[in-house]
């Protein structure tokens, strides 16, 4: 099983990569060393845009897939009972509702 990345060692390999010192690393995304060096010893935990400022700086390009589970650990199944007793015209709402979801998170992305 591949490690979660975090925050932390995101901009730590990031670094190592791009080869640059975290002074460098401020410098080039308008932030105090300080910052760097608190994200990568864990103490503090980036918002996205910071996080994304600090990758870009150091030439790598955030990006985040969001991916549904596999079935048999889903909560949605526990909805299968709701959703068969709904009525036909209910359930063309349900699927309604669902498609402007994903076509809504689809023009975010």
Excluded: C, K, Y
């Excluded at 990006?63 to 596999?70: D, I, N, Q, Y």
């Amino acid at each position: 099983m591949r490690p979660r990345a975090t925050p932390r060692s995101l901009l730590i390999e990031a670094r190592r990569i791009g080869r640059v010192t975290q002074r460098e690393l401020a410098q080039r995304a308008a932030t105090a060393q300080s910052v760097v060096a608190r994200i990568e010893g864990g103490t503090t935990s980036p918002t996205w845009d910071t996080l994304s400022r600090l990758l870009e700086a150091a030439g790598f390009e955030l990006r985040v897939t969001l991916r549904a589970a596999p079935g048999a650990q889903s909560h949605m199944l526990g909805d299968v009972g709701r959703i068969l007793r709904l009525s036909p015209e209910a359930r063309l709402i349900e699927l309604r509702n669902a498609a402007s979801f994903l076509a809504a998170a689809r023009r975010r992305a």
